[in-house]
C-alpha cells in the first residue's frame, strides 16, 4: 500500500460529457501527478501540481485541467469527453524531487 | 521531445535466471530514474531509483545507469513466475525548474517455469 488513493475505482460516461476523479497524496508529499494510460502503453503524463500550482503539463488539450488543495490531495476534470478518454488514470504523489508513488487508478470507460 | 525507449518484448526467461532489462533516454538532463513494475490491471509499483552513475543493488535487484551512454538498466536475479510482469522504465527532467517525469512503454518480462 502506497497510502496514496484514488476515486471512484471504475466510472462509465457518455461522450461530452465531463468527469471529475479525484486523488489522496500520501502523507508528507507535495506533488501530485496525474497520467493517462491506456491498454498496452506506459503512463503518458498528463500534468503535475506543486503546491496547488501547476509546475508541468504533458501534450494534452485544455479540455484537461486539475487542482491541487491545500493538504495536497487533488482532482482532475476532463470536459467535453472523447472515445479515445478512455483509460486507466493514474495519480501518483511525491516529495520532489524524489520517487512518486501511485494510486490504485480509475478506469474510465467513455461510450 | 524527450523519449524513453524500451523494447516491448516479450523478454521470456527460465526460472532462476537472471532477467535484463534495458532503457534508453533522450535528454542529457534527465536527473532522475526509476524502475516500476506493473500487473496486468493494476497500477505501477516503484520497485528501484537510481541518481547517480553505477549500480544500486535492492535484493534480487540491481539498477545500473550510465548518463554517458544515456541508459538505464534492471538487473533481476533468480527470476520467479511472480516477477512475470510488465517493468516500466522513468526518467525525471529538470524544466523550468520543475521535475517532469516521462515513461517508457514497458517490458513484458515472462518467467517461465
Known amino acids: 500500500e502506497t497510502g496514496v488513493t484514488q476515486s471512484p475505482t471504475h466510472l462509465i460516461k457518455t461522450r461530452g460529457q465531463q468527469v471529475t476523479l479525484r486523488c489522496s497524496s500520501q502523507?508528507?508529499?507535495?506533488?501530485v501527478s496525474w497520467y493517462q494510460q491506456a491498454l498496452g502503453q506506459g503512463p503518458q503524463f498528463i500534468f503535475q501540481?506543486?503546491?496547488?500550482?501547476?509546475?508541468g503539463r504533458g501534450n494534452f488539450p485544455p479540455r484537461f485541467s486539475g487542482l491541487q488543495f491545500p493538504n495536497y490531495s487533488s482532482e482532475l476534470n476532463v470536459n467535453a469527453l472523447e472515445l479515445d478518454d478512455s483509460a486507466l488514470y493514474l495519480c501518483?504523489?511525491?516529495?520532489?524531487?524524489?520517487?512518486?508513488?501511485f494510486g490504485p487508478g480509475t478506469r474510465l470507460t467513455v461510450t | 521531445q524527450k523519449e524513453v525507449e524500451q523494447n516491448s518484448g516479450p523478454l521470456s526467461v527460465p526460472e532462476g535466471a537472471i532477467a535484463s532489462l534495458n532503457c534508453t533516454y533522450s535528454?542529457?538532463?534527465?536527473?532522475?530514474f526509476f524502475w516500476y513494475r506493473q500487473y496486468s490491471g493494476k497500477s505501477p509499483e516503484l520497485i528501484m531509483f537510481?541518481?547517480?552513475?553505477g549500480d544500486k543493488e535492492d535484493g534480487r535487484f540491481t539498477a545500473q545507469l550510465n548518463k554517458a551512454s544515456q541508459y538505464v538498466s534492471l538487473l533481476i536475479r533468480d527470476s520467479q513466475p511472480s516477477d512475470s510482469a510488465t517493468y516500466l522504465c522513468?526518467?525525471?527532467?529538470?524544466?523550468?525548474?520543475?521535475?517532469?517525469?516521462?515513461f517508457g512503454r514497458g517490458t513484458s518480462l515472462i518467467v517461465h517455469p
Open positions: 501518483a504523489s511525491s516529495l520532489e524531487p524524489g520517487e512518486q508513488y
Open positions: 502523507s508528507g508529499h507535495n506533488t
Open positions: 501540481y506543486y503546491r496547488e500550482e501547476e509546475n
Open positions: 535528454d542529457r538532463g534527465s536527473q532522475s
Open positions: 537510481i541518481y547517480s552513475n
Open positions: 522513468a526518467v525525471k527532467v529538470i524544466t523550468g525548474g520543475s521535475y517532469i517525469p516521462t
